[in-house]
Structure formats: structure tokens, C-alpha cells
């Protein structure tokens, strides 16, 4: 546990092809189901902390044990760290995440702002009212990004734990759940 930002949940992978990296994860990794959601933006976007132009992305999500996987593809060209990662001419784990409670939350990001942390970008996921932001912690050669958001909430975590639930139960049928 990182006693900065809380227990790492989930490591995201910021990819080219999501199509391509979902077939690697399912088929070769044997990790899944994944559950796709398309053409997603955020609200309240700020990047390196000017509202700014959400990116266009694909989400995808699956656990392997107590730990989510996330796929990241951003489909423009708008500024943001998936964008930054990828024109470095990077692809793979960009971020881990800790989940918190919006108390949490907004305490952890008052310590940060306070302590001179650098944020990358944040916003809110529009529908849930999910909030993260990510950390520029990636400050050395192969260094990462920490993100945190209140995803433990009552109206947002049971999902998580139906996307848990799936790949405790997952046979290798239907690896690939499209959100709408």
C-alpha cells in the first residue's frame, strides 16, 4: 500500500489498438471478461490544470485477483497524458490507481495539492459522477503515473465487484462485453 495515495487496485494500459490489445489479454494472457465501453469523454477536464478539450477514448476492464486490468485507446489528438505517453513513443502500463471514498478522496488530493504534487489531468466520468485525478509521478525512465478517484462510492463500486464476479466466474466464453 502506498501510504501516499492508498492501495493500488488497478494498473492501466494505455494501448494504440484496443481491438488488438483485448484479443492479446483474452487469448494470450487468458485474463477477462473485459467489459468495452466506446467513444467515452470526461467532464470538468483539466489537463495540467487548464480546462481543456476531454480526449476521446475506449475504456476496457477486467480483473486478474483483487487487481484490475484497465485498456486505454485515445482516438484524437487532443492534449492529454495517454496522448503525451503515446507520442513518446510508448504503449503499456501507464498509471496505477487507488480507490477511494469521496472523503477520501478529497482529503488525499488536499495533501497532495498542499505537498506541490504535480497533476497531469482530471475530471469527472459524466453519468456516475466518478472522479480521478492523475499524478505526474512518472518523473523518471520508466516511472508511472498514481491515480486516485472515489470509486468507493454506494452507486459506483458494486460495479467493480460485478466486473470482480465475472472474472472469478469466467469459463473463456463471451471475452469481450460491449457497454453501451
Known sequence: ????????????????????????WTQTMGIGPFFVQRQVTFEEYRYRGQLSPPPVLSLAIANSGDVQIELIAQHDERPSPYREFLNAGREGVQHVSSWLTREEYDAVLQTLRAGGTAIAHEGTVPVVGLRFVYCATD?????????????????????????AQAAREWDGCDPIRELL
Not at 502506498?2 to 492479446?24: C, N
Not at 518523473?139 to 466486473?163: F, K, N, R, S
Open 139 to 163: 518523473t523518471v525512465p520508466g516511472g508511472l503515473m498514481y491515480e486516485i478517484a472515489d470509486v468507493q462510492q454506494p452507486h459506483i463500486y458494486p460495479a467493480m465487484e460485478i466486473v
Open 1 to 24: 500500500m502506498s501510504r501516499l495515495f492508498g492501495p493500488i487496485r488497478q494498473l492501466g494500459y494505455v494501448v494504440r489498438d484496443l481491438d488488438r490489445a483485448l484479443q492479446y
